[in-house]
């Protein structure tokens, strides 16, 4: 229990100390990026990506007008689906096992900040990396959060028309989830300008309005595994 209530402090005074003092006119700019998900199976390899957005903005954590600029994010986006052999599909989702908003810090986490560097910078610096980035299975300890993995959550559905028979998968184990010889490759992000992606809702035609009763704390599948169906798709207001 303490170490996720370090876990979930820690992300919020990650988040603070990239605020500095700032021009209010400073910009933080919105990208995009493709996620994709690697899977060697005895048929060959399998791969599934989706385009996702974050939008940026810079906001004072403070009522001073003094007080230093922090980056906060949102996504547009959904869900990585690879379809594997006997008709099987997994899905990597937005969110990490612990962070809910693993999808807005990828890039954030893969241009390590520096320290003192005002957050104009550190949201503008994101754009410097421009070749396809591997995450690593994990995140590296630093002095506010423990070690903790870099992957997304992956589930599979027993039956897609159902959101109620979820299972969770393990990344370091897909064989036991999908049978011998099934495997995770790697998992990686690429900045792009290619539009994002849409088209879960084909494939799962429960997820709008299962997103709703979700998001109100509702539902039968909100009672079940909640982070789920919220980390399937991303809505930016």
Not at 3 to 32: E, N, T
Not at 178 to 195: D, H, P, Q, Y
Not at 216 to 237: M, R
């Amino acid at each position: 229990m303490m170490s996720r209530v370090r876990s979930a402090l820690g992300i919020i005074f990650a988040a603070l100390l990239l605020g500095s003092c700032g021009l209010a006119d400073d910009k933080a700019p919105d990208y995009r990026y493709r996620l994709t998900v690697e899977v060697e199976t005895p048929e060959g390899l399998k791969t599934g990506s989706s385009v996702i957005e974050v939008e940026q903005k810079l906001v004072r954590w403070g009522a001073d007008p003094g007080t230093g600029l922090m980056i906060s994010s949102k996504v547009r986006g959904e869900a990585v689906a690879v379809d594997l052999p006997g008709g099987q599909t997994l899905y990597a989702l937005l969110r990490s096992e612990n962070d809910v908003d693993w999808a807005s810090r990828v890039y954030t986490l893969l241009s390590q900040p520096i320290p003192g560097e005002t957050a104009s910078a550190q949201a503008k610096r994101i754009l410097e990396l421009k070749d396809k980035q591997t995450l690593p299975r994990l995140w590296l300890a630093n002095v506010l959060l423990d070690e903790r993995s870099a992957y997304p959550v992956m589930v599979t559905f027993e039956n897609e028309a159902d959101p109620t028979s979820v299972k969770l998968v393990d990344p370091d184990d897909l064989a036991a989830t999908f049978g011998e010889g099934v495997a995770l490759k790697r998992i990686t992000v690429e900045l792009t300008n290619a539009r994002v992606t849409e088209t879960l809702e084909d494939r799962l035609g429960w997820i709008e309005d299962a997103w709703s009763h979700a998001a109100l704390k509702d539902g039968p599948f909100y009672a079940k595994y909640p982070t789920v169906i919220l980390g399937l798709k991303g809505h930016s207001q």
